[in-house]
């Protein structure tokens, strides 16, 4: 009789949890339906590329972007909207850059460059010396100051390709971008040029964030990124004349930090209104391209999670709030200070979830929890299957929703094919006409889906 009774409750718990799943199922299916038939992420993500443009930190098109963002979430009619202040650093690149490899006196083959975000400019008349190729910053020190003072260093490590995860091989290689510029000044070098961080050959410099490591504005040099072709041909070229000069000339300024925002929305809980689940990307870009990729695909991802539920009449037990963070690209001024403010307000964040990995096919979420937590958290795998998102991995989440990150929350970030994002990132190549209307829709409803569910877990 005993047996009897723990099976029966056993098998009344696993009929209760597949009913259970079976109402998600339900609901996960109106979720897909509404961002296939009536999603607005796609023409948002017209209007915030085309008609604002790149929104580099501290520019006139970043302050569009926030208004534009605020009247959009104000028009979808959720219980409240506001900007939280947030002072951000203020980079211009001035005008268009140029460079040449000088083969001998008189004889020179432009290259494409781009400053990097943060960097000097050159004297008016741009710098001409000397290259060193290097592919770490060991070989770097190796050669001794005696070497490299009054030269220019070339770093040409490449993303690995054989690393099927691109973010992992961009991780790889990237600290020669942010670092470089810092270590070899310390060396003597008078300017850094770094391989653009792709896998793919193409003209496009690719830009991003690089920092001096406390150096005094005299002993910073100008840093700048160069198209994957032309560090080919310039390794090239120094493996046959190791005496060759490169010449580049940029005009990028810093100015004083600058009062901007990040625009945020909220759906008040209905049971646990004191349990935050955000939801979120970021508004800044580089402004090489219009920043479709990174991250305005995640911004209006985001902005649909919250249309589609408020669009579906459905009464979320925990707050559920937008966040479009400032800064990120060169700072992550926006995820820090939206992180201090709510620590000073005692508020609880039950879960967060970022998505700045572009706009292509929704594979799955990567989670940044504990195991035991990560494990539970596998039961919603196959409610994502028939949607191919089902490919639930423990790791990071986002950067901006980083800063939260204790032993309470639970963080995700959106994890879409990742083959071709790094083609476009921080490049001028990075615009609308790279976006799919469907696979930036469906990335939508995976997010949706996922706030959903956790919206209603551990209830």
């Given at each position: 009789m005993k047996y009897l009774f723990y099976f029966l409750i056993v098998t009344f718990s696993c009929s209760l949890y597949s009913q259970d799943l079976n109402d998600h199922k339900v609901f996960l299916d109106k979720i897909y339906n509404e961002a296939l038939s009536n999603g607005q992420s796609y023409e948002w993500l017209d209007y915030l590329s085309n008609e604002i443009g790149g929104r580099l930190s501290g520019s006139i098109n970043y302050d569009r972007s926030v208004k534009w963002g605020k009247d959009e979430l104000d028009l979808i009619g959720i219980d409240s909207v506001w900007l939280q202040p947030v002072m951000i650093p203020k980079w211009v690149r001035g005008a268009p850059e140029y460079a040449h490899i000088e083969s001998s006196p008189g004889n020179t083959i432009s290259v494409p460059v781009a400053a990097l975000g943060g960097s000097i400019s050159t004297p008016s008349i741009g710098i001409s010396a000397n290259v060193i190729e290097v592919k770490s910053f060991d070989e770097l020190s190796n050669i001794g100051k005696d070497s490299i003072t009054g030269k220019i260093i070339f770093f040409n490590r490449k993303m690995d390709p054989t690393l099927i995860n691109t973010f992992q091989s961009y991780g790889g290689s990237v600290n020669q971008r942010t670092q470089g510029a810092a270590i070899a000044a310390k060396l003597g070098a008078i300017g850094v040029i770094v391989r653009s961080m792709t896998t793919t050959l193409d003209d496009y410099p690719h830009t991003g964030s690089m920092y001096y490591d406390g150096l005094t504005l005299n002993e910073r040099i100008p840093a700048a990124a160069i198209s994957t072709n032309g560090a080919e041909l310039l390794s090239s070229m120094l493996s046959l004349n190791p005496n060759i000069?490169?010449?580049?000339?940029?005009?990028?300024?810093?100015?004083?930090?600058?009062?901007?925002?990040?625009?945020?929305?909220?759906?008040?809980?209905?049971?646990?209104?004191?349990?935050?689940?955000?939801?979120?990307?970021?508004?800044?870009?580089?402004?090489?391209?219009?920043?479709?990729?990174?991250?305005?695909?995640?911004i209006v991802q985001s902005m649909e999670v919250i249309r589609i539920l408020k669009n579906l009449n459905y009464k979320p037990k925990r707050t559920i709030r937008v966040v479009l963070f400032a800064n990120e690209e060169n700072g992550l001024r926006g995820g820090n200070k939206y992180a201090e403010l709510a620590k000073k307000n005692n508020e609880s964040h039950f879960f967060a979830l970022e998505s700045d990995a572009g706009g292509f096919t929704p594979r799955g979420f990567s989670f940044d929890t504990s195991e035991s937590e990560f494990n539970a958290l596998k039961e919603f795998k196959d409610l994502f299957k028939e949607y191919g998102a089902d490919n639930f991995i423990i790791g990071g989440s986002g950067a901006d929703i980083g800063p939260l990150k204790d032993d309470k929350i639970i963080l995700a970030g959106l994890r879409p094919d990742s083959q071709r994002y790094f083609d476009y990132h921080h490049a001028a190549s990075d615009t609308f006409d790279k976006i799919n209307k469907r696979e930036l829709e469906l990335g939508a409803a995976a997010m949706t889906a996922l706030v959903y569910l956790l919206d209603n877990y551990k209830l």
């Amino acid at each position: 009789m005993k047996y009897l009774f723990y099976f029966l409750i056993v098998t009344f718990s696993c009929s209760l949890y597949s009913q259970d799943l079976n109402d998600h199922k339900v609901f996960l299916d109106k979720i897909y339906n509404e961002a296939l038939s009536n999603g607005q992420s796609y023409e948002w993500l017209d209007y915030l590329s085309n008609e604002i443009g790149g929104r580099l930190s501290g520019s006139i098109n970043y302050d569009r972007s926030v208004k534009w963002g605020k009247d959009e979430l104000d028009l979808i009619g959720i219980d409240s909207v506001w900007l939280q202040p947030v002072m951000i650093p203020k980079w211009v690149r001035g005008a268009p850059e140029y460079a040449h490899i000088e083969s001998s006196p008189g004889n020179t083959i432009s290259v494409p460059v781009a400053a990097l975000g943060g960097s000097i400019s050159t004297p008016s008349i741009g710098i001409s010396a000397n290259v060193i190729e290097v592919k770490s910053f060991d070989e770097l020190s190796n050669i001794g100051k005696d070497s490299i003072t009054g030269k220019i260093i070339f770093f040409n490590r490449k993303m690995d390709p054989t690393l099927i995860n691109t973010f992992q091989s961009y991780g790889g290689s990237v600290n020669q971008r942010t670092q470089g510029a810092a270590i070899a000044a310390k060396l003597g070098a008078i300017g850094v040029i770094v391989r653009s961080m792709t896998t793919t050959l193409d003209d496009y410099p690719h830009t991003g964030s690089m920092y001096y490591d406390g150096l005094t504005l005299n002993e910073r040099i100008p840093a700048a990124a160069i198209s994957t072709n032309g560090a080919e041909l310039l390794s090239s070229m120094l493996s046959l004349n190791p005496n060759i000069k490169f010449f580049f000339r940029q005009n990028s300024k810093n100015f004083p930090d600058v009062l901007s925002y990040n625009v945020i929305g909220q759906i008040d809980g209905s049971e646990r209104s004191d349990e935050i689940i955000i939801v979120g990307g970021h508004l800044d870009s580089w402004d090489l391209g219009d920043g479709s990729h990174d991250d305005g695909a995640g911004i209006v991802q985001s902005m649909e999670v919250i249309r589609i539920l408020k669009n579906l009449n459905y009464k979320p037990k925990r707050t559920i709030r937008v966040v479009l963070f400032a800064n990120e690209e060169n700072g992550l001024r926006g995820g820090n200070k939206y992180a201090e403010l709510a620590k000073k307000n005692n508020e609880s964040h039950f879960f967060a979830l970022e998505s700045d990995a572009g706009g292509f096919t929704p594979r799955g979420f990567s989670f940044d929890t504990s195991e035991s937590e990560f494990n539970a958290l596998k039961e919603f795998k196959d409610l994502f299957k028939e949607y191919g998102a089902d490919n639930f991995i423990i790791g990071g989440s986002g950067a901006d929703i980083g800063p939260l990150k204790d032993d309470k929350i639970i963080l995700a970030g959106l994890r879409p094919d990742s083959q071709r994002y790094f083609d476009y990132h921080h490049a001028a190549s990075d615009t609308f006409d790279k976006i799919n209307k469907r696979e930036l829709e469906l990335g939508a409803a995976a997010m949706t889906a996922l706030v959903y569910l956790l919206d209603n877990y551990k209830l």
